[in-house]
Each structure stands twice: as structure tokens, then as C-alpha cells.
């Protein structure tokens, strides 16, 4: 099983970035899929859940920083998540992650997801 982010780089503040996630191995249709980021010096924190209500329904939990700003999307036939950020601050830079975790969950906590991508850095100029 391996996530694969993209997308990160270098923008200037107020502009957008998109970021990608590539799930491979096991269909993650179902899971709960999340974004969390990481500041220099900083724990890694939640910043947006994309999780599975049943048919094809998915419902959205956003980070109180990040909403009216960011949005969340998922491809399932690509097996891949999407985290679209504009109107993005200096406080935004992070190291972003992507990660999964079975069945439909509202969880918050770093700790109990159970897949991580490698990571993908998004720095903000001023």
C-alpha cells in the first residue's frame, strides 16, 4: 500500500496550489482520506477529512484555518485525492501529508490513521 503526494512547491501568498494524492495497492474508495500539515518545529496537525457515507456520497470535515480557502475532492476511479488550496498564506507553508485510514471516521488525531505518504512541501512567500 503506498500514498503518493504531488503538487507542492513554491507560490506567493494569495495565490493557489493543488495538491494530489495517489493512492496504490488496495482500493481506498471507502476509507476516510485525509490531509494533514506539518510547520517547521510544529506537530503535524489536520487540516481537511474527505470520508464515505454510503453509495456515493462523501462528506467533508475542514480545519477551521483552512475553510473558505481550501477544498477537498477524490477520484476514485484514479484512486486519488485532491487538496485544492487557494487564497494561501505565509502560515500555510507546510510540509503537507496525505493519509488514509479504514472505514468512515471523523478522527482528527495523526496517530490512528494507518497509511502516510511521504510528504510534500508547500511554502508561501510573503
Known amino acids: 500500500v503506498q500514498l503518493v503526494e504531488s503538487g507542492g512547491g513554491l507560490v506567493q501568498a494569495g495565490g493557489s496550489v493543488r495538491l494530489s494524492c495517489a493512492a496504490s495497492?488496495?482500493?481506498?474508495?471507502?476509507?476516510?482520506m485525509a490531509w494533514f500539515r506539518q510547520g517547521p518545529g510544529k506537530e503535524r496537525k489536520f487540516v481537511v477529512i474527505i470520508r464515505w457515507i454510503g453509495g456515493s456520497r462523501y462528506y467533508v470535515d475542514l480545519a477551521d484555518s483552512v475553510k473558505g480557502r481550501f477544498t477537498v475532492s477524490r477520484d476514485n476511479a484514479k484512486n486519488t485525492v485532491y487538496l485544492q488550496m487557494n487564497s494561501l498564506k505565509p502560515e500555510d507553508t507546510a510540509v503537507y501529508y496525505c493519509?488514509?485510514?479504514?472505514?468512515?471516521?471523523?478522527?482528527?488525531?495523526?496517530?490512528?490513521?494507518?497509511?502516510w505518504g511521504q510528504g510534500t512541501q508547500v511554502t508561501v512567500s510573503s
Open positions: 493519509a488514509a485510514k479504514d472505514g468512515n471516521s471523523r478522527e482528527t488525531r495523526a496517530s490512528v490513521y494507518d497509511y
Open positions: 495497492g488496495r482500493d481506498f474508495s471507502t476509507s476516510t
